[in-house]
């Protein structure tokens, strides 16, 4: 059975993961630029023209989805004081991390390489605002992937726990 020191410091990381996944799907999602305004040429470029974008606002859905239920577990094993089924918490811990890292690469790899490329095509800087919107929403479910890094080794620790 695992303290409940680890049960709380769990679920802070929990809570601190989809805090971050919360914040990252807002600023990408969001993120849109217009170029050519007030011209024939006028063209509104968002988050859903990049394949790498979009991977990453539905691991941020998906993510924040499962985060949420490991929340509401983690409560309620808490105030009922159970030990709660601790491999669902070691497969969705592990399975949360491995998404949020692949979509955190995903994002940060295809904000870097389209930046160059943009500007190699267009001899321009104009869409270097909408790609620091990409990378930041990418470095914050960075960091949401370190918490749930972190929070996967505990709930591993807590299975292998022998009881004293």
């Not at 059975?1 to 769990?10: F, N, T, Y």
């Not at 991390?97 to 390489?113: K, N, P, Q, R, T």
């Amino acid at each position: 059975m695992a303290s409940k020191g680890l049960r709380i410091a769990s679920l802070i990381l929990r809570i601190l993961t989809f805090i971050f996944i919360f914040i990252s799907l807002l600023i990408v999602a969001t993120n849109s630029k217009t170029a050519f305004k007030g011209t024939e040429l006028e063209k509104k470029v968002d988050f859903s023209d990049f394949n790498s974008y979009r991977y990453l606002i539905a691991v941020t859905v998906i993510g924040g989805a499962l985060s949420l239920l490991q929340i509401a577990f983690n409560i309620y094993h808490l105030v009922t004081k159970g030990e709660g089924t601790p491999l669902f918490y070691v497969f969705s811990d592990q399975l949360l991390a491995y998404l949020l890292l692949s979509a955190a690469s995903a994002g940060l790899g295809a904000g870097i390489d389209l930046r160059v490329n943009v500007k190699l095509l267009l001899e321009d800087d104009y869409y270097n605002s909408f790609f620091d919107k990409g990378n930041a929403g990418s470095a914050i479910l960075l960091l949401a992937f370190i918490c749930s890094a972190i929070v996967s080794v505990l709930s591993s620790l807590a299975l292998i726990r022998k009881p004293v």
